[in-house]
């Protein structure tokens, strides 16, 4: 196969993932006073890999891409699986949090859960956690306290204690983000 079909490929590849996730999350909108579309999230996630983290792994792209849909829409991991293969959705399956859990639960397990991922799956984890929290810094969502915003910060660092080494760049970004925040 030909540099150009190899590219073709990956492209066509890359734009069903965007497309299969825009409309998954069409109906959601983030949490932010501008009732940002919830696409935004997973595609910056993206970005923040690519262009921030250097990350070139596709299957990191994809499953940043759709790291969401299983744990926020009506996408099982079988249908990731058929239409993504099946390491696109072991990395998805390693990101998602189990909703039928108490939220304290859950977020108690990203903790106890995040040094035992994948390092793959860790690189997802880390592009997440800094598009959240530069949001949460933009602007505080409808309902939120100030003391419900420290106290995600506070989590955030401690689940993120558990993917260091994983990618230097993202852990500057990120330890940036806590000295700003007083968590140095």
Known sequence: MSTAEDVSSVLITYTKCVDFAAVKHRNQRRLDSDKTPYINHP??????????GGVTDFEVIQ???????????????????????????RL?????????????ERKRL????????????????????????????RCRPGGWTEERCREY?????????GLRGTNAALERILDEIFIQEGLE
């Open 92 to 104: 998805v399956e390693e990101v998602t949090d189990d909703k039928s859990l108490p939220k304290d």
């Open 153 to 161: 910060f506070v989590w955030a660092r401690k689940v993120c204690e």
């Open 110 to 137: 990203q903790i106890e859960h995040a040094a035992g991922t994948s390092p793959q799956a860790k690189l997802v984890k880390l592009a997440d956690k800094i598009y959240n929290l530069r949001d949460l810094q």
């Open 43 to 52: 595609i910056g996630v993206a970005q923040i890999l690519t262009a921030e």
């Open 63 to 89: 499953a940043a891409i759709l790291h969401d849909t299983v744990e926020d829409t009506d996408t099982t991991f079988e249908e990731l699986e058929r239409e993504f293969g099946y390491r696109v959705r």
